[in-house]
């Protein structure tokens, strides 16, 4: 008699345990993939900031790299070298002028506090403000509230101003902290610059193959990208320097206090839809009325709404507006939130992020429509 062959499993069978092993290797594959990707993540993440700094900057200087390209032969190493060169010495000698003079006059700022406490001379200030018609209702209602809790209203102003003045002051350690942490992020930024340089254009192909979405699709993500980046870098930031320049001529020529200091607090403002650079002039304008000078304070006004304002009502709709379809509203919320979840870089980063989530929504609706 012939030995009987070993029964084959059922046919079925074979197949369900082959597709069990592939569910097996795929799970683990994803799952060493995300752990790679959450590595690699911890790894960088020290150094997020100065890499996405480095890529804004490329993107901004990248048309003059490619005239400086021509112009040098294509010598990669040379033309990186020159052109990171350049963004050192037109970011720093700018910057460090800035901050020169935003140093000086927040210790003059400083200073001129402390003296005006020690003298009395901002409790007479207090005083005289609360003389005036517009005022005097509130200090009245105010003094009458402090009465009958047993609190003195300009003992309690000045107590607090006297602990912030000195809070500040003594914050000295901290200020060298963050100059030695600015010093190092900006020594990654400009590494990670010069090779965005040498080899942005191999980069940009090898992560425009990686993204894993149609060509059609693929394209409308990196000009939506490319839209909200020229419209946020080159039309945000030209914004900003005449926003904050005009602010800032205003305050001089009106003898209003530390009046780069408040021109640069308006030019970081105007990055933000809502509000903006009203937020610094529209109070400064309000305490000229108080101090019943009523001159400065409309010639301020004026200068606010049709000034300062008009060039965000003229550029801005030509810069961003026409080329990215964000509502206002989600505008302002992204970078605020951007700046709170990332810092500085925020302002670009966060209304980045919300273009690519509406930009995802338009094509999951677009490929409805057409499986429709």
């Known amino acids: 008699m012939r030995p009987k062959e070993p029964q084959q499993p059922p046919q079925g069978e074979s197949f369900k345990v082959n597709m069990k092993r592939e569910h097996i290797f795929l799970i683990f594959a994803l799952f060493v993939t995300l752990l790679c990707f959450y590595l690699l993540y911890k790894i960088l993440s020290p150094f997020l900031a100065s890499i996405l700094w480095a890529i804004l900057l490329a993107i901004v200087f990248y048309p003059l790299f490619q005239r400086l390209q021509r112009i040098l032969n294509k010598r990669e190493f040379l033309s990186a070298m020159a052109m990171t060169i350049f963004v050192v010495l037109a970011i720093i000698l700018p910057s460090s002028l800035l901050m020169v003079s935003l140093a000086n006059e927040a210790v003059d700022t400083y200073h001129r506090l402390d003296e005006m406490i020690k003298t009395g001379q901002l409790q007479a200030y207090v005083e005289e403000l609360g003389q005036k018609p517009l005022l005097n209702w509130i200090w009245v209602r105010l003094k009458q509230y ?70 059609k699709e693929k394209n409308l993500l990196l000009l939506r990208f490319k839209d909200m980046v020229y419209a946020t870098i080159y039309g945000g930031i030209l914004i900003a320097i005449i926003q904050g320049s005009l602010g800032g001529l205003a305050f001089w020529a009106l003898g209003i206090h530390s009046p780069v200091l408040w021109g640069t607090a308006m030019a970081f403002l105007s990055f933000i839809p809502i509000g903006g650079t009203a937020l610094i002039w529209g ?76 930009t995802l929504i338009e094509i999951y609706i677009q490929g409805g429509k057409l499986a429709e």
Not at 167 to 191: D, E, P, R
Not at 291 to 298: E, K, M, P, S, Y
Not at 314 to 320: M, V
């Open 146 to 215: 402090f009465s009958d809790s047993g609190m003195d209203p300009p003992g309690f102003l000045l107590k607090n101003l006297k602990e912030i003045s000195s809070f500040l002051f003594n914050q000295t350690s901290t200020v060298l902290k963050g100059i030695s942490t600015f010093v190092a992020g900006f020594f990654f930024t400009l590494l990670s610059l010069y090779y965005l340089f040498k080899d942005g254009d191999h980069l940009f192909k090898k992560f425009k193959e990686i993204i894993p979405v149609p060509a």
């Open 283 to 358: 109070p400064a304008t309000l305490v000229l009325f108080i101090q019943a000078d009523f001159l400065r304070g409309l010639i301020l006004l004026a200068i606010g709404l049709f000034g300062i304002s008009m060039v965000d009502n003229l550029l801005r709709p030509y810069f961003i507006s026409s080329r990215t379809n964000i509502h206002p509203l989600l505008l302002f919320f992204a970078v605020l939130g951007g700046i709170q979840a990332f810092g500085l870089i925020g302002i670009v980063v966060g209304p980045l992020i919300a273009t690519l989530c509406l």
